[in-house]
């Protein structure tokens, strides 16, 4: 199975963050529930953004079923929307 993949950008369109999902976690769905492996990174506003370094940390993220993350204040709510579409992406995607 592949990789979900979603850049995420700031207010002024730059590139901030990444999220991933890497498939159905099996630990945690229940019943017809169904628990995702999704990881997150952000970009400190003062670092150049590196998209692989990026990938590489959310998908690590997704993997240990971590989404602990430092979330910059003017990212939240662009955080909160990417969410979503992701698990609307990974509920189509991992059937």
């Known amino acids: 199975m592949s990789t979900l993949v979603r850049y995420m950008k700031d207010n002024k369109g730059r ?10 976690d099996p ?4 019943g017809n529930m ?3 492996k999704i990881g997150i990174s952000f970009c400190n506003p003062k ?10 940390i959310a998908i690590g993220r997704a993997k240990n079923s971590s989404i602990n993350a430092n979330v910059p204040k003017n990212m939240a709510a662009i955080l909160h929307d990417e969410w979503d579409r992701m698990l609307v992406r990974a509920r189509k995607y991992y059937k």
């Open 15 to 24: 590139t901030r963050g990444c999220i991933v999902c890497t498939g159905k």
């Open 27 to 30: 630990k945690y769905g229940k």
């Open 34 to 36: 169904y628990a995702y």
């Open 47 to 56: 670092d150049n953004f590196d998209k692989k370094t990026a990938l590489n």
